[in-house]
């Protein structure tokens, strides 16, 4: 299966929209949009053309676009299937904003509301219906599709249908059956990440027949990455949500209880913070993405339950406080970043400890499962290729961007990106780090490779704990030397030697440092070694994407529309993005419509926005307060 390269997509895409000025026309009406981005414009015409595809696009590459826009062409009702409640809701939110017919059965909602919505997909009121694989499979709702005479369903999150993808979900292998139901119609799998073993795993589950496999571009340039090394995690959270006051934030932690303490903790701080996480109440997990949704909090500490079913486009931080288990888990999660095309950032909080932490708990996962001792071994050997694969992304001092292209099978450009701290040049090296390393080392032979980092680390900033005293270790020659530090400093630069093979541990719950060939080639003077400087991560050069996206915009009139927007939301019951984003919000501010024909003008105006909010926006532009309601 051939997957063209993102030149030729774009080249195909731009073609495909030249000739069929019925997409033109119904991106302008109902998205005020004059182009498409790269992909979308061939993925439509597939569609069109009822040709199966495999749709591989980054998060914020406007994917939805692909399977929202040709049900209103063609005037059919097509079916999306997606995992979460929340996903669907905000979809249909952000689609009933422009006048668009669509609806979502879930279990959220009441038996008349279910039976309200197959009334209206029976009288062909819907241009699109989404649903969850499990309630399209055993609801009886095959059937009333089968009526209805649906020719194209759209799977959204398809790397769910692969084991070998990073989020593999069983219910998805169900799927199969739209084929063997619906020989006549077309299916159109959508993914942010896939590797070309995925890509061949999806086409194969599906079924798809000789599909257009259109793999976008990975690289997302609006956001910038960093990765910091950990020392502690509160303060460096703390630091880097300080850039973002006011602005809507993830934070990701590993476990539940990191979740709650660091949410109490922000919240503490004055920030308008919560928790996420599956064990929360559910009710209470509903007031979380509401309230996020309708910015009444900025940031959400949440393990990785929470964000697949968010929509919300103006996120412009999203930070990992621990590794997350692999480079696709990370693209999907950093993907929820920056979705409307302005600058975001993605901070990662890195520790060599977390690797090993990660590895301990897939092992023991593995032996409580009721798989076979080989699929076991199997099943680890994955998960640990795909956790290495996290790590040497997070160790490498080199471009952020070509990393996670060239993971993804893409070539990047050879020169600086200007979005990472590796480009920027925001890490210092340790003055006389080789020095340093060798009094690390020492200490470890010093206390016979027999202790773990903490105790090390007591040793060398001349700590008097209980097994200091009681092993005799505050009598070392090396006890004390880097008195310097705090401990946590101490832990990240013997993490550092750890990550370059410098010094090695071993396995168990109870790791001990031990040294090998290449510590003693550091002691003796034969290898040098450069260790970054410990730092909280509040260090940060503004980057040429952030200064360009807030070029000549009016920030007091920005503020202005996004409190407007605000009222707006609460007043309908939706997430503030829906009415307006902030890309849109950013045009007004800078371009300053003065009349209807202006402000239709503006990208994200269609006519529906343009008939409901014109009055209001104008009035906010000119200086006027918009009357009560608008």
């Known amino acids: 299966m051939r997957v063209p ?97 669509a609806a979502a059965l879930h279990s959220g909602l009441s038996a008349e509301e279910r039976s309200a919505i197959r009334g209206r997909l029976r009288a062909g009121e819907l241009r699109l219906l989404f649903t969850a694989p499990e309630r399209l499979v055993n609801s009886g709702l095959l059937d009333t599709l089968a009526e209805v005479g649906v020719k194209r369903f759209a799977i959204d999150e398809a790397h769910c249908i692969s084991q070998w993808g990073h989020d593999f979900r069983p219910e998805y292998r169900q799927l199969a059956l739209l084929r063997e139901r619906f020989p006549q119609a077309s299916l159109h799998a959508f993914t942010a990440t896939a590797t070309p073993r995925v890509r061949d795993d999806i086409a194969g589950q599906l079924g798809l027949r000789d599909p257009a496999v259109l793999v976008g571009t990975f690289d997302r340039p609006n956001l910038v990455y ?22 809507a934030s993830i934070v990701y932690c590993v476990s539940r209880r990191e979740t709650e303490q660091l949410a109490a903790k922000l919240a503490a701080e004055g920030l308008l913070a919560r928790p996420y996480h599956a064990g929360l109440d559910t009710k209470e997990r509903h007031r979380t993405q509401d309230a996020f949704a309708k910015e009444t909090i900025d940031v959400v500490v ?60 897939v092992r ?12 076991q071994e199997r099943l680890v050997a994955s998960q640990v290729q795909h956790l ?16 996670l292209s060239e993971y993804f099978g893409q070539s990047y450009p050879a020169k600086p990106c200007e979005a990472c701290d590796v480009c920027l040049g925001e890490g210092e090296s340790l003055p006389d780090s080789t020095v340093t390393a060798q009094k690390i080392l020492s200490c470890v032979a010093r206390v016979d490779q027999r202790f773990g980092v903490r105790h090390v680390c007591e040793v060398l900033r001349g700590a008097k704990t209980d097994a200091v005293v009681r092993n005799g270790h505050d009598r070392l020659s090396t006890y004390g030397l880097l008195s310097q530090f705090d401990q946590r400093a101490a832990e990240n630069l013997v993490h550092q030697l750890l990550d370059q093979e410098l010094l090695a541990r071993t396995p168990g719950d109870r790791p001990v440092v031990r040294l090998n060939e290449r510590s003693w080639e550091v002691m003796r003077g034969e290898r040098g070694v450069v260790l970054l400087e410990p730092q909280t991560g509040s260090k940060a050069k503004v980057t040429k994407a952030e200064a360009d996206d807030w070029q000549g915009v009016d920030r007091d009139l920005f503020e202005r529309l996004r409190r407007w927007r605000r009222r707006v939301a609460e007043a309908r019951g939706k997430p503030a993005w829906t009415i307006l984003d902030d890309k849109a919000l950013r045009i007004i501010a800078r371009e300053k419509p003065a009349s209807p024909a202006a402000l239709l003008r503006c990208k994200g105006i269609g006519e529906k926005r343009l008939a409901d909010f014109g009055p209001a926006i104008l009035d906010l532009v000119a200086g006027r307060e918009p009357p009560a309601g608008d």
């Open 388 to 403: 290495h694969a996290m790590r040497r992304y997070a160790q490498a001092a080199r471009c952020r961007h070509a990393a």
């Open 5 to 101: 390269g993102p030149a030729e997509i774009d080249a195909a895409g731009q073609a495909a929209a030249a000739l069929d000025p019925r997409v033109a026309e119904v991106l302008r009406r109902w998205w005020g949009f004059e182009t498409l981005r790269p992909l979308q414009a061939e993925a439509i015409q597939t569609a069109l053309a009822g040709r199966d595809s495999l749709v591989v696009m980054p998060t914020g590459g406007g994917k939805s676009l692909c399977y929202q826009l040709p049900p209103l062409v063609g005037e059919s009702t097509d079916v999306v299937i997606s995992p979460l409640v929340a996903l669907m809701k905000d979809q249909v939110d952000s689609l009933e904003a422009i006048g668009y017919p």
């Open 302 to 361: 949440a393990t990785v339950a929470f964000g697949m079913g968010i929509d919300r486009s103006d996120v412009r931080l999203v930070l990992h406080t621990a590794l997350p288990k692999s480079l696709e888990a990370y693209q999907q999660e950093t993907g929820r970043a920056g979705r409307d095309g302005l600058a975001a950032e993605c901070v990662l909080l890195y520790s060599s400890a977390d690797v090993f932490q990660w590895e301990a708990l």
């Open 364 to 375: 023991k996962c593995a032996a409580e499962s009721e798989l076979d001792e080989e699929e």
């Open 226 to 247: 960093r990765v910091v090394p950990r020392t502690d995690r509160v303060a460096q959270t703390l630091a880097i949500l300080g850039r973002h006051q006011g602005e």
